[in-house]
C-alpha cells in the first residue's frame, strides 16, 4: 500500500476509534480493510467486526459492498 492511501485509511481508523464514523462509514472502512488486505495486520477485534460484517452480508470476503448499513 502506498502512503498516499495509507494515511486516509488511518484517519479513518482514529474516527472509527473515536466513535465519529456512522454505520455507513464503519462499513466502507472495514470493506476497504478487507479489500487490500490491511485487516490482517490490525488487532483481532477489527478482524472479528470484518467477519460479523461478512457473515451478516453486508460485505463479502473480497470487501465489496453487499448491502447497506442499518
Known amino acids: ?3 498516499e492511501n ?3 485509511v ?6 472509527y476509534e473515536s466513535g465519529e464514523l456512522n454505520a455507513e462509514n464503519v462499513l466502507e472502512l472495514f470493506s476497504e480493510l ?3 488486505g ?3 495486520s490490525l488487532q483481532g477485534s ?3 467486526q470484518a ?3 461478512i457473515e451478516a452480508g453486508y460485505i463479502d470476503d473480497k470487501g465489496n ?6
Do not use: E, H, T
Not at 65 to 70: G, R, S, T, Y
Open 51 to 53: 467477519q460479523g460484517l
Open 10 to 15: 488511518v484517519d479513518k481508523i482514529i474516527a
Open 65 to 70: 459492498i453487499l448491502k447497506p448499513a442499518i
Open 38 to 40: 490491511m485487516i490482517y
Open 6 to 8: 495509507f494515511y486516509p
Open 34 to 36: 478487507v479489500k487490500n
Open 46 to 48: 477489527y478482524q472479528r
Open 1 to 3: 500500500m502506498s502512503k
